[in-house]
C-alpha cells in the first residue's frame, strides 16, 4: 500500500501546480491599466525596444516608428536581465499583454514547485502540500503572480537557490554550484536578491559552522553582478549615468515620498501601511498561522531549546525581505506587491503550523496517524483554512482584477496608434504633467509613437503656431488641471474628439 502511495505521491503537486496556472490565466490578455500595472507598461515598451534588435521581430512591432539610441535599450535602475527574460515569449507569438505576462506566470508556478519541494526538504511533504496550497490561494499571488516586473521572478529564483543551497552537502558538489547559478540569476534580475547574502552568510557561518571564507562565497557572485552592471552605466552614460544611478537608490530609501515631496513617511505610518497591506494579501488566517510559527521559534531561541538548522534556515526568508522593506522603505510604502518577498515565509511556516497543530489534536484524542478518522481531521482542518483564508479577501481580489487606474493612460496611447502615422509626433499637455507622471509608461507602450509632454500656455501656443503644426494630434484633459481657456480656444478652432474626459485635437 505504501508503495503505491509512494508512486503516485507527485499528483497533488501536479494538481496545484496544475490549478495555479489555470487561476493565473485569468485576466492574461487584460490591457495594462489596473493596480500597479504602471511598470508593467513600462517594461512591455523596454521588451519591445530588445525586440526590434531582431529582424525576425521587427515588423510586428512596428519599430521604424521610434528611433532608438543605445541609452534607450539600457534602463540603469536594474540590469537588463529582466526585459531579456520578457521578451521570450513576444518574441515567439508577437508583443502583447499576454505574451508579456506569460514569463512571470511561468516563473510564479516554478515558485510553487520550489516552495512545495523546499518545504518537503525542512519539514515534511504533508507541510509541503500545505504550503504549496497556502500560496496559491493568497491575494497576493494570485493578482501579482502574473506581473510582468521583478518579484514574480526573482522570488522564484531565490526561492531556488536557497532550496539548492540546502540539499548542498560539501561546497562545489553539484547542488551547491546550481546554488551559485540560481543566485547568481537572481542578483542579476534585481537588488532585492542581495539581501540575502547577509542572512545566508551567517547562516552558513554561525549555525553550519563553516569557515568564514566558505561563508562569503556569495559575496563574490554579488560583486562580479555590481561591477558588470557599473561598467554597462559608465560605457553608456558615463560617470553621470553611474552618479544617477545612487542618487536614485539613495532616494528609495529616504523618509520623503518620491512622488509627492511634502509628504513624510515616518517610522509609524511605515509600520502601520505595510500590517495593513500584509493583512490584505496573506489574510488573517495565515497570518496569525505565521506569527504562532515565528514567535514560538523565536521563544526557542532564546530559551537555548535544539531548533533544527532547517528551521533556522527559514528564518533567511522572513529576514531578507524585512532587511529589504526597510532598506528601500520609501519603494516598499509606494508598491505595496514589493511584500511579495514574504509570500514564501508566510506559506511555508503557516503550513507547518497547520501541519503541527493536526498532529497535536490527534495525540490529544489518541488517534492513530493510519486511520480514517486522522485523515478526516486533516481534510477537516485544511479544507476550512484553505477555505477561510481564499475566501477572507476574494471580494478585495475581485475588485484588483477588475482596476482601471491608468485607463487614460491607455486611451491616450490607443488613440494616438490609430491616428498618428509612423512619420508624424504627437504631444500631450497638462499644466502640472501629471499625464506625464502617471501615464507616460502606458502611453508609450499602446501608442509606439513619437510624443512629447509639455506644460505650454496658450499664449506660447499662438507664438509657436509653426512649431505646433509638426505635431499631428494634440491630446489635453480637461479634469486634469489643463487651463480652460487653452481648451475652449482649441475646441473653436481644431476637430477633435473626445473620450472619458480627454480631448484629442486633430491639428493638422
Not at 516608428?65 to 543605445?70: H, L, P, S
Not at 500656455?457 to 503656431?465: H, I, P, V
Request: hydrophobic share 50%; charged share 15%; with cysteine.
Amino acid at each position: 500500500m505504501l508503495s503505491v502511495i509512494r508512486k503516485f505521491n507527485w499528483i497533488p503537486i501536479f494538481i496545484i501546480l496544475v490549478l495555479s496556472a489555470t487561476l493565473l490565466f485569468n485576466n492574461l490578455n487584460k490591457p495594462f491599466i489596473g493596480h500597479e500595472d504602471d511598470n508593467a507598461s513600462l517594461w512591455g515598451d523596454i521588451t519591445r525596444r530588445y525586440l526590434s534588435l531582431y529582424p525576425i521581430t521587427r515588423q510586428d512591432f512596428d519599430i521604424g516608428v521610434r528611433t532608438f539610441k543605445i541609452q534607450d535599450f539600457f534602463y540603469s535602475h536594474y540590469t537588463p536581465f529582466l526585459p531579456i527574460l520578457l521578451s521570450f515569449f513576444p518574441a515567439i507569438f508577437g508583443l502583447s499583454e499576454f505574451t508579456l505576462r506569460l514569463t512571470p506566470l511561468f516563473f510564479s508556478v516554478l515558485l510553487i514547485l520550489f516552495i512545495y519541494k523546499l518545504s518537503a526538504l525542512v519539514f515534511n511533504k504533508h507541510t509541503a502540500i500545505l504550503a504549496s496550497i497556502f500560496t496559491v490561494i493568497t491575494p497576493m499571488f494570485l493578482y501579482f503572480g502574473k506581473l510582468p516586473d521583478h518579484e514574480p521572478i526573482v522570488i522564484s529564483l531565490i526561492v531556488i537557490t536557497l532550496y539548492f543551497y540546502l540539499k548542498s552537502k560539501k561546497n562545489f558538489d553539484r547542488n551547491y554550484n546550481l546554488f551559485l547559478v540560481f543566485l547568481t540569476l537572481s542578483l542579476f534580475e534585481s537588488w532585492s536578491a542581495f539581501f540575502i547574502i547577509l542572512p545566508l552568510s551567517a547562516f552558513s557561518f554561525l549555525i553550519q559552522k563553516k569557515t568564514s571564507r566558505q561563508a562569503l562565497i556569495p559575496l563574490v557572485p554579488a560583486v562580479i553582478v555590481i561591477v558588470f552592471h557599473l561598467s554597462i552605466i559608465f560605457l553608456i552614460n558615463g560617470i553621470e549615468g553611474i552618479k544617477t544611478f545612487f542618487s536614485m537608490g539613495i532616494s528609495r530609501s529616504q523618509t520623503e515620498n518620491f512622488y509627492w515631496g511634502k509628504e513624510k513617511v515616518n517610522a509609524i505610518i511605515l509600520l502601520i501601511t505595510e500590517i495593513r497591506y500584509v493583512v490584505i494579501y496573506f489574510t488573517r488566517p495565515l497570518i496569525a498561522l505565521s506569527t504562532i510559527w515565528l514567535i514560538t521559534t523565536i521563544f526557542q531561541i532564546f530559551r537555548r531549546v535544539n531548533v533544527s538548522k532547517e528551521k533556522l534556515f527559514l528564518l533567511i526568508l522572513f529576514i531578507y525581505p524585512l532587511l529589504f522593506i526597510l532598506t528601500f522603505r520609501q519603494l516598499a510604502f509606494l508598491h505595496d506587491y514589493k511584500l511579495y518577498h514574504l509570500l514564501p515565509f508566510i506559506s511555508i511556516s503557516s503550513a507547518y503550523t497547520t501541519y503541527l497543530f493536526i498532529n497535536t489534536l490527534a495525540s490529544r484524542l489518541n488517534i492513530s496517524k493510519l486511520s480514517i478518522n486522522f485523515l478526516l481531521i486533516c481534510l477537516i482542518i485544511s479544507l476550512s483554512i484553505t477555505y477561510f483564508t481564499f475566501t477572507e479577501r476574494l471580494d478585495y481580489l475581485n475588485t484588483l482584477l477588475r482596476s482601471t487606474h491608468y485607463q487614460a493612460g491607455y486611451l491616450i496611447g490607443k488613440y494616438i496608434n490609430s491616428e498618428v502615422k509612423p512619420n508624424q509626433e504627437a504631444i500631450v499637455i497638462n499644466s502640472g504633467l501629471e499625464l506625464k507622471e502617471y501615464f507616460e509608461g502606458k502611453v508609450y507602450f499602446y501608442a509606439n509613437r513619437k510624443i512629447d509632454f509639455k506644460n505650454i500656455s496658450l499664449e506660447q501656443f499662438l507664438n509657436n503656431k509653426n512649431g505646433a503644426s509638426s505635431y499631428k494630434l494634440l491630446i489635453a484633459g480637461l479634469d486634469r488641471n489643463t487651463d480652460s481657456n487653452f481648451l475652449k480656444y482649441l475646441s473653436k478652432n481644431y476637430t477633435y474628439k473626445v473620450i472619458e474626459g480627454l480631448f484629442f485635437y486633430k491639428l493638422n
